[in-house]
């Protein structure tokens, strides 16, 4: 099913559905920012999830992976255990970057320059062979100060600010296992990765501090990652990630 403005359209073909700490440290200091827009709600998606799974068990430094669960499946028969009305509306924003005719999942974003099926695995390597890279340098410096009691606090410095960006932060657990008992994938045990559990969005001063909250967060079991992107284009420029 592909959805515009979150109603549902039509039918797309069987390939989606419709409706210790320490940084990331690349070699060559640039990286792959992987976004994909999934549901448990949505027969189609658990392909795209084995696919990403595959790609995070390969361990590579230069590839960095955000699993939305968007919740417009979630009338479907089964309320997706991780999703959330503001990963739709980031969904539906990238709908409108990219003047799409239709909002639909399985979808992964790279970079924020280029959207395609989740489930394609010859075009999502294609694309992480694209030379357009995001920097993981010093631009952003993450620090975790603290993390329990289901809240994350972060401190974040800039080398530089640039007005056309916002800093995005996501909280992200490693991995989830879901037994699913009614809808489209009644019966299926899902396998997750890098399941974005907290997402916010802020226009940056040089050095500030952020919360995440999440409430069933396990210290061992998450990540923060940290970028900046373009408000207008999608582009994303620099990334760094931490873990807890």
Request: glycine share 4%; proline share 3%.
């Given at each position: 099913?592909?959805?515009?403005?979150?109603?549902?359209?039509?039918?797309?073909?069987?390939?989606?559905?419709?409706?210790?700490?320490?940084?990331?440290?690349?070699?060559?200091?640039?990286?792959?920012?992987?976004?994909?827009?999934?549901?448990?709600?949505?027969s189609s998606c658990p392909p795209a999830d084995?696919?990403?799974?595959?790609?995070?068990?390969?361990?590579?430094?230069?590839?960095?992976?955000?699993?939305?669960?968007?919740?417009?499946?979630?009338?479907?028969?089964?309320?997706?255990?991780?999703?959330?009305?503001?990963?739709?509306?980031?969904?539906?924003?990238?709908?409108?970057?990219?003047?799409?005719?239709?909002?639909?999942?399985?979808?992964?974003?790279?970079?924020?320059?280029?959207?395609?099926?989740?489930?394609?695995?010859?075009?999502?390597?294609?694309?992480?062979?694209?030379?357009?890279?995001?920097?993981?340098?010093?631009?952003?410096?993450?620090?975790?100060?603290?993390?329990?009691?289901?809240?994350?606090?972060?401190?974040?410095?800039?080398?530089?600010?640039?007005?056309?960006?916002?800093?995005?932060?996501?909280?992200?657990?490693?991995?989830?296992?879901?037994?699913?008992?009614?809808?489209?994938?009644?019966?299926?045990?899902?396998?997750?990765?890098?399941?974005?559990?907290?997402?916010?969005?802020?226009?940056?001063?040089?050095?500030?501090?952020?919360?995440?909250?999440?409430?069933?967060?396990?210290?061992?079991?998450?990540?923060?990652?940290?970028?900046?992107?373009?408000?207008?284009?999608?582009?994303?420029?620099?990334?760094?990630?931490?873990?807890?």
């Amino acid at each position: 099913m592909k959805l515009k403005s979150l109603l549902i359209l039509f039918l797309l073909p069987f390939l989606s559905c419709s409706q210790s700490k320490q940084k990331i440290k690349p070699t060559n200091n640039s990286v792959k920012v992987l976004e994909l827009f999934t549901s448990e709600g949505c027969s189609s998606c658990p392909p795209a999830d084995k696919l990403v799974e595959e790609l995070q068990n390969k361990n590579l430094d230069n590839v960095i992976i955000l699993a939305y669960h968007v919740d417009y499946w979630d009338r479907l028969g089964w309320k997706d255990t991780f999703s959330q009305k503001k990963f739709s509306e980031r969904q539906n924003w990238y709908y409108s970057i990219f003047n799409l005719n239709s909002i639909y999942t399985p979808q992964i974003v790279v970079d924020g320059q280029r959207q395609f099926v989740g489930s394609e695995r010859g075009v999502l390597n294609n694309a992480l062979e694209n030379k357009n890279l995001a920097s993981s340098e010093d631009g952003i410096k993450i620090k975790i100060l603290n993390s329990e009691n289901g809240m994350v606090s972060v401190e974040y410095n800039l080398e530089n600010v640039n007005p056309e960006e916002n800093l995005n932060f996501a909280l992200v657990q490693n991995h989830a296992i879901t037994q699913v008992k009614r809808g489209e994938n009644s019966n299926r045990k899902l396998s997750h990765v890098d399941i974005v559990r907290e997402f916010k969005t802020i226009s940056p001063e040089k050095s500030g501090n952020i919360d995440l909250n999440n409430v069933n967060l396990i210290p061992k079991d998450f990540h923060v990652i940290a970028f900046l992107q373009n408000k207008k284009t999608g582009k994303i420029s620099e990334v760094q990630s931490t873990t807890l």
